[in-house]
């Protein structure tokens, strides 16, 4: 699974940090970025999660 955070639509609510700390963090610009390549083993349910979670949609998974 690949997640990817839209730069232009986050809004740096901080919201899929701290349900997927293994998928996503946030960095200098103040956005979330999607942490390595693909989603670690067992975080695809937050991963999951937080594209439902994100108030402005800017999070999508494949
Ligand atoms: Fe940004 Fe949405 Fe995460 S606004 S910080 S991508 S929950």
């Known amino acids: 699974m690949k997640a990817k955070v ?22 200098d610009d103040g956005k979330a970025h999607v942490i390595g390549d693909s989603v670690p ?12 979670s994100c108030p402005v949609d800017a999070i999508s998974v494949e």
């Open 41 to 52: 083993a067992g975080s695809e349910d937050a991963a999951r999660e937080s594209v439902t």
């Open 6 to 27: 839209d730069q232009d639509v986050c809004i740096g609510c901080g919201l899929c940090p701290s349900i997927a700390p293994e998928v996503f963090e946030m960095r």
